[in-house]
DNA sequence: CTGAAAGCGCTTACAG
DNA sequence: CTGAAAGCGCTTACAG
């Protein structure tokens, strides 16, 4: 294996030459041994070992993404390509990327310690106790859709509450007059919260008052509530893609046909719903934007630990596509 | 931060003995000791530096993943999933997961040898180039799904004749003549090839050859091409889920009904597919079990260097839902 | 069962 | 622009 010392030789100066060319401090080597060391790295293919460099300096290109929950998080399709996406956007810097699902508190600590990573990510739903690392911990830390009031962190998100408006808006556009929501979680989650906000208030504008057994907690039995409440044609606001599709599902199964007998519309624009037929109408994040967002965040927080902590809201819109009838 | 040397201090011992405790060679110290020392450890919350052990020890416990492509890789359920149970495997051992998206050779050699990986896990396509790892680097390997007929690698697939054989022998049963395939990639892919001769070698025995043109590279105009081979009610044997959704969505958009017009059975049995109605039909791989098995084989190489190169065959089975119709 | 010595391959901090 | 010295926090290999 072939180490600095042996391209300091060769290259006839000192090691210490040798690792300021490695870390491009170009300003302080003559371009001529600058030119003549990288020969020689290249020549012998020359790969830095990441321990030593990590063990005098103290800290190491690893950038540590935390997940919530066990491998079956990643079955749900948006936790899979956030994931892919924040990946690709750390080694697009030339770190690298380790990735723990996570159960507690200490598992976050020890992993960070042990690796002295540059910064983490965290996604998935995190409870307070969670969030306090940011004083804990003098690493960076960027969350992503974590909503909390309480505790100030640096997190990038989305709209919600336009999320919600932009449901409510679409559907009396559309000429809709009788809603449903369905949702899960929607005492932990601020997210909901704002989504449900925003989609009340834009009804309520309209004149329209959600009744509080219209908001439906996701369970086998949702189909039979929905169609219980079906006075007329319906409009369900599904607060995922996901939910929406097995929404869809149970009123299939019940006899009942999107959009002909229920409208619905979704929440984060999936690519598995365009594989869908009908295509489902959804509220759209874009998380190739979102992950990218974060990944700047948290490398302004590397470069500039005194920044304060910011929350990043990304914008959301509306994709119009064959599940919601237009009744007008 | 707290360091071997300064637990070592405390428990009036010197670092080796610490350091014998934390690699849990107990026969190597005393009962006293090593209780001593726990407690200390515990006390201050110790946290070895991998870094450290790496650069000492000359190799780290990180298990490299390597996943073809990029980011869009993980918009396709089967790695997201696959990648989670990998994960949680290597992180059930007490290793930690770097994960990489490559697109070519020198950026895994780098990788795996900046970190002293341990080991490395492969899933994707990989053309040849890829498999020659195995001679070059020391570090033991574990491919997923390449089947690959020249090069011995340590690999764990699924038995895809069989698979194709079960589809076949799933249509005959319920009363099926007139088949189609549809793929990607045939010529490219070994496991492609050999679910395909699964497929054709069980309808051969009942006496039915499938004609070429049956044999569909899915594109845009699969349904076209479908509809065009439709005498009769015609099954289509479509080589994964996704394909199957895409297929059913094309048809759908022509006025055509699965299971009442076409029947159709898929490859892979995703989560996703259980949201879908009617439910997929499928040849069904565990997945949980294939990751599991891929983490044990690594291990095994890991402590065995010398074990020759193993292609371990996982068995697959029909899952009979509702997309193919029963014309008995 | 125990420990002193040397070294892993880099970077930091300093001096010139 | 250059380099000698010291040290990062562990483990290996050896001796007892």
Redesign the pocket.
């Given at each position: 294996?072939v180490?600095?010392?042996d391209i300091a030789q060769e290259a006839g100066?000192?090691?210490?030459?040798v690792?300021r060319v490695?870390?491009k401090r170009y300003?302080?080597?003559?371009?001529?041994?600058i030119e003549r060391i990288e020969k020689i790295i290249k020549k012998y293919n020359y790969i830095?070992?990441s321990a030593?460099?990590s063990?005098?300096?103290?800290t190491s290109k690893i950038i540590a993404i935390f997940i919530q929950g066990d491998a079956n998080s990643l079955e749900h399709p948006y936790n899979a390509v956030m994931l892919g996406y924040l990946i690709q956007n750390i080694q697009a810097r030339g770190y690298d990327t380790m990735v723990h699902f996570i159960s507690n508190y200490s598992d976050v600590c020890n992993k960070l310690q042990s690796w002295k990573a540059s910064g983490a990510v965290f996604f998935g739903m995190f409870e307070k106790d969670f969030l306090q690392f940011q004083t804990n911990e003098k690493i960076p830390f960027v969350f992503t859709d974590c909503y909390s009031s309480s505790i100030p962190i640096a997190n990038i998100g989305i709209d919600n509450y336009k999320g919600g408006s932009l449901a409510a808006q679409h559907l009396l556009d559309y000429g809709h007059d009788n809603f449903a929501i369905v949702g899960e979680y929607f005492n932990e989650s601020l997210l909901n919260q704002q989504r449900l906000k925003g989609f009340c208030d834009t009804l309520s504008k309209a004149g329209i008052n959600i009744e509080q057994n219209h908001i439906i907690n996701f369970d086998s039995s949702t189909a039979t509530k929905l169609i219980e409440i079906q006075q007329a044609h319906l409009a369900v606001f599904a607060f995922s893609d996901i939910l929406s599709l097995k929404v869809i599902k149970q009123l299939n199964e019940h006899g009942y046909r999107v959009p002909d007998d229920f409208s619905i519309i979704g929440f984060d624009d999936l690519f598995i719903c365009h594989l869908t037929s009908p295509e489902l109408t959804t509220v759209s994040q874009n998380l190739s934007k979102k992950a990218e967002a974060a990944v700047d965040l948290l490398f302004q927080y590397l470069n500039y630990p005194d920044m304060p902590l910011q929350n990043i809201v990304l914008d959301v819109e509306l994709v119009s596509r064959d599940t919601v009838k237009n009744l007008l």
């Open positions: 294996m180490t600095i010392k100066v000192s090691t210490m030459m690792s490695i870390n300003n302080q080597v003559s371009a001529e041994n830095p070992n030593a460099q063990l005098s300096s103290k």
